[in-house]
């Protein structure tokens, strides 16, 4: 168990805390993630030799009941249009180990990977889920279609394709823990959907609570290259990554018609023909609240806007967008009402460790020791290492540690090149210090 987030000492902090209590599902409340085991019994699902030959009998089954386990054992399992309608777990052997795909080939599949039914409560974990593709509506959702309450852990969303939600569309309450959303694809085709919004994940009702996680390389037709916030929506971004994603309407990173909360992350590299990072919109229709971005020791830099005159690169507010909390963010262009403006010097997407991709701020980077240690919200950065490290907090979701100022990052995580030069006992040394403070 990992604490995420601790009281703040003033009135704005403790403020922000209860929103983020208020809309963190019960197994993360007051900021604890929580992987929770099955309580029931553990049935497997493999080509043979398992108790079950596919997913959807394990859970049809009559003696399958809430709280119960499914165990995928096989490394590729070929199954599509999944129904989940219990509260099961549903786990594979780690997103490296277990594939579980609607088709061998996206462009040949018909349907979608799992549909999680209105009601439902379900935990997915460990595994890739890619290759969906529904052809018949709703065709939203590519990989997952949730309707009920979800939370996916350590698993990779990817090469998904659908009308709205290339990888995920969530109509329910998600929440995904140290997981990668990346490669999927809006395509359209639904009505009254606002197809081919959110290439990698499409919010329309409810709550979508990104902790530790990454959405990157995602593209839509139209809204919301990484995500799309419909106004019925709300985002919550803790130590998250948006990177790489990209559209040719407004909303490059992230489109948000309703409300978006942000902690602690890096929205970069990420390319739209208006508000490259973020897009807000809003409304003017009275006791409505749309459009609302609140956000905290985020970065929101390197984007892209491709109308050449009335673009705003990185953050871009419309006509009736508003800010709420606003605290210590380093928005490049200064739009978005931000504390900084300036280069924050971000290195490329990297396995710079933990289980997702980040942005690492070089040692010059402004972000850096940015943040008062007395305003530090959460106590790890993305990647499970300790916050603040140093005089205070850096802005973002990666918190640069004593040892990785100006050292590349082969001598890291990569011991055995520093052994076959005659030096194994430092690079033992600097990967037991990187573990010791991992797990701190």
């Known amino acids: ?52 030959v596919t997913i959807q009998d394990a859970i049809d089954d009559p003696d399958t009941a ?23 777990t549903i786990q594979g052997q780690g997103a490296d180990s277990t594939i579980v795909q609607a088709h061998a080939d996206v462009d040949e599949a018909t349907d979608r990977v799992f549909f999680v039914a209105d009601g439902a409560v379900v935990t997915i974990k460990g595994m890739t889920i890619r290759h969906g593709n529904p052809s018949s509506e709703p065709r939203s959702g590519g990989g997952i279609r949730n309707e009920g309450e979800l939370t996916i852990e350590e698993s990779i969303i990817s090469h998904n394709q659908g009308s709205a939600g290339g990888g995920l569309f969530n109509d329910g309450r998600l929440t995904l823990i140290n997981c990668t959303v990346s490669e999927n694809t809006s395509t359209g085709g639904d009505t009254y959907l606002e197809c081919n919004t959110g290439g990698g994940i499409k919010n329309m009702v409810g709550v979508a609570t990104l902790i530790n996680s990454t959405v990157s390389d995602n593209t839509a037709r139209g809204k919301g290259g990484g995500l799309h916030i419909a106004c019925q929506g709300t985002l919550v971004l803790v130590n998250s990554t948006v990177s790489g994603n990209s559209t040719n309407a407004d909303g490059g990173g992230v489109y948000l018609d309703g409300v978006g909360e942000f902690t602690n992350s890096t929205i970069a590299n990420n390319s739209a023909n208006n508000g490259g990072g973020v897009h807000v919109d809003g409304t003017a229709e009275k006791g409505v609240v749309r459009g609302l971005l609140s956000y905290t020791n985020t970065i929101i830099a390197d984007n892209t806007a491709g ?31 931000s504390a900084h403006s300036s280069d924050p010097q971000l290195a490329p997407l990297d396995d710079n460790g933990g289980d997702t991709r980040t942005h690492a701020p070089s040692p010059d980077s402004p972000a850096v020791n940015a943040i008062p240690a007395g305003e530090c919200i959460v106590d790890t950065d993305q990647r499970g290492l300790p916050r603040p490290y140093g005089a205070g907090c850096d802005i973002g979701a990666v918190e640069l540690q004593a040892n990785e100022s100006g050292i590349p990052r082969y001598w890291l995580y990569g011991g055995g090149v520093l052994a076959l030069l005659g030096i194994g006992g430092l690079a033992l040394a600097l990967r037991r210090r990187y573990k010791n403070k991992k797990g701190a």
């Not at 953050?315 to 009402?337: F, K, P, R, T």
């Open 1 to 52: 168990m990992k604490t995420i987030t601790k009281h703040f000492q003033s009135e704005n902090k403790s403020l922000y805390l209860g929103l983020l209590i208020l809309v963190l599902p019960a197994g993360v409340a007051l900021g604890m993630i929580s992987a929770q085991a099955a309580n029931g019994d553990t049935v497997t699902v493999c080509a043979a030799g398992c108790d079950f």
């Open 66 to 88: 809430a709280g119960d386990l499914i165990d995928i054992t096989e490394a590729v399992h070929t199954e599509a249009g999944i129904l989940v309608n219990k509260d099961v």
């Open 307 to 337: 109308l050449a005159k009335y673009g705003v690169a990185d953050c871009h507010l419309g006509d009736y967008a508003s800010i709420g909390a606003n605290v210590n963010n380093l928005v490049e262009d200064g739009d978005c009402d």
